[in-house]
């Protein structure tokens, strides 16, 4: 129903930037809000944050607030997620999720994730 694709990851070095994109496409009318997770090799999966689909309300973890941006264009029916200051510990697998209108807590779409690291 709903198919998300990220892109955007690759090797950068410590202090840099970065920025990711998660393409959404098919029922895209039925978004509530697209969100942003990361997992590194060694850690549990990890909420970044998230922004309303409709609204652009972001929200974020405390660990990365400051540091990350989120943002969406409709029109391209894309989200990105804007990081600067980037530090060896934010090296991990970066994942697009989407929640629906009706289960705006449980997210029912993932997408194949993209991968991020950051050198010293």
């Known amino acids: 129903q709903v198919q998300l694709v990220e892109s955007g990851g690759g090797l950068v070095q410590a202090g840099g930037s970065l920025t990711l994109s998660c393409a959404a496409s098919?029922?895209?009318?039925?978004?509530?809000?697209l969100a942003w997770f990361r997992q590194a090799p060694e850690k549990e999966r990890q909420f970044v944050g998230k922004i309303t689909w409709s609204g652009g309300l972001s929200s974020y973890d405390d660990s990365v607030k400051g540091r990350v941006t989120i943002s969406r264009d409709n029109a391209k029916n894309t989200m990105y997620l804007q990081m600067t200051s980037l530090r060896p510990e934010d090296t991990a697998a970066y994942y697009c999720?989407?929640?629906?209108?009706?289960?705006?807590?449980?997210?029912?779409?993932w997408g194949q994730g993209t991968q991020v690291t950051v050198f010293s």
């Open positions: 999720a989407a929640s629906r209108h009706g289960a705006i807590l449980r997210y029912d779409y």
């Open positions: 098919g029922r895209t009318d039925s978004i509530y809000a």
